[in-house]
């Protein structure tokens, strides 16, 4: 038979696979609503999925290790004791992936006493004995010992299970030096770690292939021990023992007893429904397609549920005249949605649960609508912010914002939230959105129209309110809805930015990078590109022999931060011009995305992204606003660009004065804290004269930096280690930093401790206005995720309230400018900063305005303390 016509038969680890997969892909992007995590089942199938496509074998198997006991283990005890508890989070997934596998009719194996790596061991030897091409897909390396020229292994990289390697013998050979049934061989001498079998001391690869190779095989070699000589000769001696143990522990077994024979393994199809039901309920959005893709599944005939079907309403085709009447006759919330062109309504559809209605956009179905549209009637919306902003441009006000789902999937899932409504309407319905394939030129599927896609997100909307605690549901309704509609007329202000400043120093920039890469040149002798990772190794680490940083899949750090700290520590003049050099690029790069956003207005109109964070804080887009830097020389030039438009006075800038600290003396409720707070004493100058026992009047300023730094690393969780770093002071001296700390303010300690483990419970932690974010980290085995997840745990609750509080203020002052009539308006909202743009005349009622929302934002145990600044630009407007 040609190798063609030859049979494939495809044998996989599942087990071993499966946990690859699981430390392959975050866990936090793969957890159902309900908790469960699947990033271990996901990366499996994906893998599988790609394996049957490119493979195509006519007869499968995939087979599972029962328990870590074994014939092995009682044997040796050791065996595998090294192996910590597998972490909680990949608990439960393998028999869910066995549930997805018997939908897939892919038969599952496993036999109590042996390993996985026995069953593919057996099935790989009879199925070649056969006349099979065999493929055996395993993350163990004893499976080496099966590769011949029938079977071949498929081994994961160290990445993850994405690509596999083929070995055949050609390729043991070229790797190992040795044909594939000696690999065992240099196991058993060499040792195996991930099964804590220790080797013969000094023994490597390289010694236990110049061994096989000598004296032909493992048996001679152990036979003719008494003629290997030196150090290692007698290691091998005093250690015979164990490399026979090593070997008749690693040599898998090819005659266990199964149930099956590789031609009871013969590929089936799959069951199309309880593929699809499993996958719903992992939420597997995106795999299902390529499944069916994979087996050769006509997704459009295959087999669907019995059950009923909820189809959305055929929209009525509707004037201006009709779509009045229907809003006149429609009771309850409405679904609304708007398809947009060139930032304005092209096509609006409404819809209840049991009717829907849609128009291209007129000025008759404008008028129609306007008196509802800028009323109370309740309105829900999918990602509102770009459709209320659609409708400001062509003249309407939104009113009645009742629930926006994109909003309320981030709040209920902020760690990963559903972008989109088609997201949502998988999540929350189990069903499928209809979208058309922008792939295609004609779509084959029409999507769902904007009366439909209102109808969807009624409904979605109605899913979601059964899961919002009621806390997090009044966040949105009292902070978040607010929040959107102020942010939207915050971008369609935007902000005037000057080109002509922002051009002179981009130029200047340019010419100071030309000059610094020059003199960074003649410091080495040659010109290399400084942007390039790979030869700035080649010169730091060869040419000039700096010692070698952290290290990285493609070499050794080159960050900025690890060349500062090697600056430090080994001072050359290459590193410090490098660093100036990517200094400057960098700010060259944010004045670039700056002048490139400025509009014909001459403005700047950012996005404000309000699921962009965890925290709840904002982030801003096209351009980023955020990535400004603060307090330099250089932020000053490039904020002195950002100018008072024309028809303005002046502007103003407001910013609270320590807001996290203020949330963490109300939260921790530590007396001295709020002390210092309510004394009007300056914050660290206090702190600092009640840890180092002098009087405030006798704080250093080399004092007050420590307590600062000490005072905003505890809002981050900083250790001992890292305010030792940041200080640049030895570590035991940091460490009684924070002892004295501790003793005069205890109940900050206590506050940290007690909300983290409140976390630990919970699993999640709870800003002062109830915004939940999820830990579930902080029950991980592995120590590192945990304390990632610990430390992030104590910042949240102080970040995300601080992120409430300025929002509040913004939406307040917001609403205040408009109903006492002034047009003096918000432009931006920056970390905790707000950028007024402030009317002729407008100053006085403008400043109260803002000082009194700010202040008032949030009852808290200490006064909100707001700083003002005006001037003609950012810059000069700063305080």
């Known amino acids: 038979m040609t190798d063609s016509a030859k049979p494939t038969l495809l044998v996989v680890d599942g087990h071993s696979l499966a946990y690859r997969a699981f430390f392959a892909l975050p866990v936090d992007n793969f957890t159902t609503k309900d908790g469960q995590h699947t990033n271990g089942i996901y990366g499996f199938l994906a893998m599988l999925i790609n394996l049957i496509k490119a493979e195509k074998p006519t007869h499968m198997a995939v087979a599972f290790d029962t328990s870590r006991q074994s014939f092995r283990t009682r044997e040796y005890p050791e065996y595998k004791a090294n192996r910590s508890e597998s972490p909680s989070e990949f608990k439960g997934q393998i028999p869910l992936l066995q549930d997805c596998l018997a939908a897939m009719n892919i038969q599952v194996l496993q036999k109590e006493d042996f390993e996985a790596d026995d069953i593919l ?73 991930s099964d ?38 007698n290691n091998l001696r005093e250690h015979i023992d164990a490399v026979r143990r090593n070997r008749n522990l690693n040599r898998l077994l090819r005659d266990v007893e199964l149930p099956v024979t590789p031609p009871d393994l013969e590929v089936r199809p799959i069951d199309a429904q309880a593929v699809r039901d499993i996958f719903a309920r992992l939420e597997f959005r995106t795999l299902l397609p390529r499944v069916f893709e994979a087996t050769g599944v006509d997704e459009a005939m295959a087999p669907v ?127 499928k959105l209809p979208e058309a394939d922008p792939t295609q030129l004609v779509p084959e599927t029409e999507g769902a129209t904007p009366a439909q896609l209102g109808w969807y997100a009624l409904r979605v909307a109605e899913a979601l309110r059964a899961e919002l605690p009621e806390r997090v549901t009044a966040l949105m309704n009292e902070i978040e809805l607010p929040t959107l509609l102020t942010l939207a007329d915050m971008e369609l202000a935007g902000v005037a930015v000057s080109h002509a400043r922002l051009s002179e120093f981009s130029a200047e920039l340019a010419a100071r990078a030309d000059a610094i890469a020059q003199d960074a040149y ?17 010169v730091l680490f060869e040419d000039l022999a700096l010692p070698k940083t952290r290290k990285t899949k493609t070499g050794y750090s080159t960050d900025a931060a690890v060349l500062a700290d090697l600056q430090e520590s080994n001072p050359h003049p290459f590193l410090d011009l490098l660093l100036q050099h990517r200094e400057a690029t960098k700010l060259r790069q944010i004045i670039e995305s700056l002048d490139a956003a400025i509009g014909a207005d001459h403005r700047v109109h950012t996005t404000y992204v309000q699921t962009g964070s965890q925290t709840g804080r904002l982030s801003s887009t096209d351009p980023n606003l955020q990535n400004i830097p603060v307090r330099t020389e250089e932020s000053r030039r490039i904020r002195a660009a950002f100018e008072v438009g024309e028809g303005y006075e002046t502007l103003l800038t407001a910013d609270y004065s320590q807001i996290e600290m203020r949330i963490m003396a109300h939260l921790s409720e530590d007396p001295g804290l709020i002390e210092a707070f309510n004394s009007g004493e300056d914050l660290h100058r206090f702190v600092g ?15 007050r930096t420590k307590v600062k730094a000490m005072s905003y690393g505890l809002v981050y969780g900083l250790s001992a280690f890292g305010l030792s770093k940041q200080l640049r002071i030895e570590q035991s001296e940091a460490k009684q930093l924070m002892t004295e700390y501790f003793a005069r303010f205890g109940a900050v300690r206590d506050y940290l401790r007690s909300s983290v483990e409140q976390a630990r419970i919970d699993g999640y932690t709870e800003t002062i206005f109830g915004r939940r974010r999820p830990f579930p980290d902080l029950a991980s085995p592995n120590r590192v995720l945990r304390e990632n997840a610990e430390r992030a745990a104590l910042n949240a609750p102080i970040q995300g309230s601080a992120a409430d509080i300025m929002k509040i203020a913004l939406f307040h002052i ?64 700063g305080h």
């Open 196 to 233: 804590n079998l220790p080797g013969v001391p000094k023994v490597g690869e390289k010694t236990a292939v110049k061994w096989l190779t000598q004296f032909g095989s493992l048996d001679d070699l152990l036979a003719n021990a008494d003629k290997v000589t030196g150090v290692v000769g």
């Open 689 to 703: 004269a009640r840890v180092f026992g002098v009087e405030p009047a006798e704080v250093t300023p080399a004092m």
């Open 522 to 538: 003649a410091a080495i002798g040659r010109e290399v590109n400084l942007g390039s990772p790979k030869q700035l190794q080649e």
């Open 814 to 877: 917001h609403n205040e400018f408009s109903t006492q009539n002034l047009r003096s308006r918000v432009l931006m909202q920056i970390h905790d900063e707000l950028v007024v743009e402030v009317a002729p005349g407008e100053w006085d009622a403008a400043e109260r305005i803002v000082r009194d929302r700010m202040g008032d934002a949030a009852q808290l145990s200490v006064p909100l303390d707001v700083q003002i600044g005006r001037g003609g630009d950012w810059d000069e407007a």
């Open 121 to 193: 061991a057996t099935l790989a030897t009879e199925g070649a004995a056969a006349g099979y091409h065999v493929l055996v897909c395993s993350g163990d390396r004893d499976t080496i010992q099966l590769v011949n020229d029938d079977i071949t292994l498929l081994y994961p990289n160290v990445q993850g299970v994405s690509q596999l390697k083929r070995y055949d013998p050609a390729a043991v050979r070229e790797k190992y030096g040795v044909e594939p049934w000696q690999y065992p061989d240099i196991a058993a001498l060499v040792g195996e770690t």
């Open 305 to 431: 549920s019995s059950a009923p079907t909820v189809s959305a309403p055929a929209p009525v085709e509707a004037d201006a005249a009709a779509l009045g009447e229907w809003l006149r006759t429609a009771t309850g919330e409405i679904g609304l949605d708007l398809t947009i062109e060139g930032g304005l309504p092209r096509r609006v559809g409404l819809a209840t649960l049991a009717s829907a209605v849609e128009a291209t956009w007129s000025d008759e179905v404008k008028d129609a609508i306007a008196d509802w549209m800028g009323s109370d009637a309740p309105k829900v919306l999918s990602d509102a912010k770009p459709q209320v902003k659609a409708l400001s441009r062509a003249g309407l006000r939104l009113g009645g914002l009742a629930f926006d789902t994109i909003l309320a999937g981030w709040l209920l899932r902020p760690s990963f939230p559903d972008k989109t409504l088609a997201n949502l309407v998988d999540r929350y319905l189990d069903e």
